[in-house]
């Protein structure tokens, strides 16, 4: 059985053989594009469970392709580029990415945070997992749900509300804790498992998000100086 289905989006020919027989080793089913056009084409047409992508291409940059994606999918995103600038890193995580790797990077490295990300997104064959959370399945807060085990929000009518996993690990952790101010960094902690972190100012971009996207600004509360802190009612079970 295959551990997930990988889009790899590489426009160097060496390096995305390369690097899909080593996933294809690993049990992953992989499939690649050169550019962004057969990128959206994949995206499409298949079942696919993560992408890894290169923010050079030929035709469109990596961190336009990611915000499209982002748009209207949750799917995760890992980035793989020889940029080293910080604000490289910090652009494509402040768009949904959900991490990101310098090359030339360990082939093995890679492999383990794409099942780590896999497995707490529950993508692939793959069960989420909320360890921290356990025996919490969902929470309930002033007219929304927490979805632990489907790794969802949903509002009043069980509709679902698209979450990117960076938006939904940061709701997750401040339900948990309602009432108490988390800093960003404890925040942080929740939304990046990358060795290099990056910086705090990602934590107020997906604040401002999720309070956008809640419609009720008034939940999460900021604490000048200190971080942020949850004020919705919760209930859990």
Same mark, same amino acid.
């Given at each position: =059985? ?9 426009? %160097? ?17 992989? =499939? ?28 469109? %940059? ?38 990101? =790797? ?45 979805? =632990? ?89």
């Amino acid at each position: =059985m295959s551990s997930g289905h990988l889009l790899v989006v590489e426009d %160097d020919e060496f390096v995305q053989t390369l690097l899909a027989a080593y996933l294809e080793k690993e049990g992953f089913k992989v =499939m690649r594009a050169l550019n962004g056009r057969e990128m959206l084409c994949l995206l499409s047409q298949e079942r696919i469970d993560l992408i890894l992508l290169d923010l050079t291409l030929p035709d469109e %940059d990596g961190l336009t392709l990611a915000r499209q994606v982002r748009a209207r999918s949750t799917i995760p995103i890992i980035v793989l580029t020889a940029r080293t600038e910080r604000h490289d890193r910090l652009a494509a995580l402040e768009i949904g990415a959900d991490d990101y =790797m310098v090359k030339p990077f360990d082939p093995q490295e890679l492999c383990l945070r794409v099942r780590n990300l896999l497995a707490r997104t529950g993508n692939g064959d793959y069960p989420v997992q909320h360890a921290q959370h356990r025996g919490r399945e969902s929470i309930s807060f002033d007219g929304f749900t927490l979805d =632990m085990a489907g790794h969802a929000l949903l509002d009043s009518e069980g509709e679902q509300i698209q979450l990117s996993p960076a938006e939904f690990n940061l709701l997750s952790a401040l339900a948990h804790a309602p009432g108490r101010v988390l800093s960003r960094g404890q925040l942080l902690d929740a939304v990046s498992r990358n060795d290099e972190a990056p910086s705090e100012r990602l934590i107020d971009v997906l604040i401002s998000r999720l309070r956008r996207k809640l419609g009720q600004p008034q939940l999460i509360v900021t604490a000048p100086g200190l971080g942020y802190r949850f004020n919705g009612k919760t209930t859990g079970y």
